[in-house]
């Protein structure tokens, strides 16, 4: 599996967007990117996932570089509530490969 | 809609007892995960289940057992509990083709004394 590097905390005020990088230069080509959060004292929540399209949904946009070797969590106007740790992960979907692996993640602060 | 839910929420326990936690969810996921979180270490894969009656070790297996008889319950037994298995205890479920949209329960804080 790709092994990822996230800054190990950030700060974003409170109606900011909120840009959380991932470096993932060691993804091969059938691995997704995935991203979850945990929430203070929560378990963790699956937010988005993307193999080399920018994605979006109601919750974020996922933007992966073109070489897929990094990738940019977008929470477009943080709320308090975005305070969480955030985790990037690349897993390949085959069967048999379905465990995750939680690395240290990302803590993003939201500043009122 | 419960969706995923985790019993008990919290729980003492004595070393050498055995202990049993629960997961329940609603969604007739096929798979089923069972992780622990600790200071340091972050959350690790203990054992996983891609359907009833099919079950698999993840990172840290040892000391602990799992059944899955019925889809929707996926309980995790402690046969024996020692003080390094104080921890938060996390269940999660997925659809069989979508294994990494990993969807978790509340958690399960166990002290073991």
């Known amino acids: 599996d790709a092994k990822t590097t996230q800054p190990t905390s950030m700060d974003c005020a409170e109606g900011r967007a909120a840009n959380l990088p991932c470096n993932h230069s060691t993804i091969s080509g059938n691995e997704y990117v995935y991203w979850y959060r945990q929430i203070h004292s929560q378990g963790p929540q699956y937010i988005i996932h993307?193999?080399?399209n920018n994605e979006t949904n109601e919750m974020a946009s996922l933007i992966i570089t073109e070489d897929r070797k990094s990738s940019t969590l977008i929470l477009p106007h943080a709320t308090l509530r975005d305070t969480a740790v955030y985790y990037c992960?690349?897993?390949?979907?085959?069967?048999?490969?379905?465990?995750?692996?939680f690395g240290t993640g990302t803590r993003l602060t939201i500043i009122p | 809609d419960a969706g995923i839910t985790q019993s008990p929420r919290y729980k003492i326990t004595e070393t050498g007892r055995q202990v049993t936690l629960m997961c329940h969810q609603t969604?007739?996921?096929?798979?089923m995960f069972w992780y622990r979180q600790d200071l340091g270490h972050g959350l690790r894969l203990i054992y996983y289940s891609a359907a009833a009656d099919i079950t698999d070790k993840g990172e840290v297996p040892d000391g602990y057992v799992v059944s899955r008889s019925k889809t929707e319950n996926f309980p995790l037994t402690l046969e024996s509990a020692t003080r390094s298995q104080t921890s938060v205890y996390f269940c999660a479920s997925s659809v069989r083709d979508r294994a990494h949209e990993q969807y978790f329960g509340p958690g399960t804080r166990l002290t073991v004394t």
């Open positions: 992960i690349v897993r390949s979907p085959n069967f048999g490969n379905e465990k995750l692996t």
């Open positions: 969604w007739s996921h096929s798979y």
């Open positions: 993307g193999l080399k």
